[in-house]
């Protein structure tokens, strides 16, 4: 009969346990000036080599694993990086914007 407990206790414990460490979150990214998907957008949790990549309507999702205070940092080709605090949040639309915006109007002023 200890047993049983014993082993019921560890199984609560174990699953109580796993539950505790799984974080996901989800989100959007997008073009801050057509608000269009941004597909194959660089998403990484700051400090560390967790990574995934936004999918063709610019979706994504990535495990925060135990990471505290995690900020992401989303990155794409021409656009200026960003770094979002995640706190509490499990989603978070976020909107890029395309550095060559303001060097091309630049180069258009010489």
Do not use: W
Not at 21 to 27: L, S
Not at 49 to 78: C, H, W
């Amino acid at each position: 009969m200890i047993r049983i407990r014993l082993l019921l206790l560890s199984v609560f414990l174990t699953g109580s346990f796993a539950q505790a460490q799984v974080r996901n979150i989800t989100g959007t990214v997008r073009d801050a000036a057509t608000n269009t998907p941004l597909p194959g957008v660089t998403v990484m949790v700051k400090g560390t080599t967790m990574k995934a990549q936004s999918n063709a309507i610019g979706n994504f999702v990535l495990d925060l694993g135990m990471e505290k205070s995690p900020v992401l940092i989303f990155r794409y080709v021409s656009y200026t990086p960003l770094e979002v605090p995640v706190g509490n949040k499990t989603h978070l639309d976020v909107q890029l914007t395309d550095c060559l915006l303001y060097t091309s109007d630049a180069a258009d002023e010489r």
